[in-house]
């Protein structure tokens, strides 16, 4: 079964996406997962995963932070509360928090971001406890193909969503406006990004928060013309994010996603089908964000 999971940014957007189709909300708060819409409280979370399996429904909870000694310290607490109030699943990619999980019964997707490129790690970290892994967004279908046939566990593959490709510990924006005497927000409400030198055209957004800085790709990625492949190969757990995608319009390409899931899952869904869904999604996608495929369409020996 094609398992959708999606971001949340809200109480609100949370129940409004469960009602669209998605199976697993993905939440979180800031102190330990990376790239949220939004830090959820502690009674919030709780909310969430009580209302979520009301419904038959999952929630993910994100904890893929890298933790230095001082975040280390208040991981315990965290997962103490965790193992109370019972999420599905964590994603984790700091083996400390592995350590640590050891003393709960609290089943993690292992989450390394661009690390996670080939089968014998997912599977390292299979026998470690992972019950599932997030595939890195650099990777082609070609190598995809291959890497399932030798994995034994649920493989994430982002499908809709921005793409970070760099994150600093350090405060890099407030380094630069230190550095030139300006007082500006480095948040990711600021709406900040920069360009190549000669391709003003491009749009690598750029923020900070306590994790340090994050820099996304150019281009948004948007997979849905590849999800029948993707499915048929045996990619079935797709995972949505909201990050730069506010409100009713990510709400809205959830549903297109789902509705893609359901015909697939029915064998009704083809390539008139696919051309009409990338057509309504471009309608809700954040005007001045462009998409692509990324990686998945390029040849492995292209790469460098």
Known sequence: M??????????TQAEELLAAGVDTLYIGEETFGLRLPH??????????????????????????????????KLVPEYLAFLAEVKPDQLV??????????????????????????????????????????VLAREVPFEEMQSLNQHVTV????????????????????DNYFNYTKQTESATKE????????????????????????????DNDLNLIKELLELSQTGYQTWKLDGLFTP???????????A????????????????????????????????MDTGFYHLDPTAIK
């Open 2 to 11: 094609i398992e959708l999971i999606a971001t949340a940014e809200s109480m």
């Open 39 to 72: 830090s959820f409280s502690r009674e919030e979370q709780q909310a969430l995963i009580e209302m979520a399996h009301a419904q038959g429904k999952k929630v993910n909870i994100a904890v893929n932070g890298i933790m230095h000694p001082d975040k280390m």
């Open 92 to 133: 984790v990619g700091d083996t400390g928090v592995i350590y640590l999980l050891q003393k709960y019964e609290l089943p993690y997707i292992y989450d390394a971001e661009t690390l996670v490129t080939n089968a014998r790690q997912i599977n390292f970290w299979q026998k470690k406890g992972a019950v599932g892994a």
């Open 154 to 173: 649920p493989v994430e593959v982002l499908v809709y969503g921005a793409t970070c490709i760099h994150q600093s510990k350090r405060p890099l924006l």
């Open 190 to 217: 600021r709406g900040l990004f920069i360009s190549e030198p000669k391709k003003a055209e491009t749009h690598y957004s750029i923020y900070e928060d306590q994790h340090g800085t994050h820099i996304f790709a």
């Open 247 to 257: 409100g009713a319009d990510f709400v809205a390409i959830a549903k297109i996603f």
């Open 259 to 290: 509705s893609a899931k359901a015909a697939i899952e029915t064998n009704t869904w083809d390539e008139s089908a696919a051309v009409n869904a990338q057509q309504e999604i471009q309608k809700y996608h954040p005007v001045g964000r462009g």
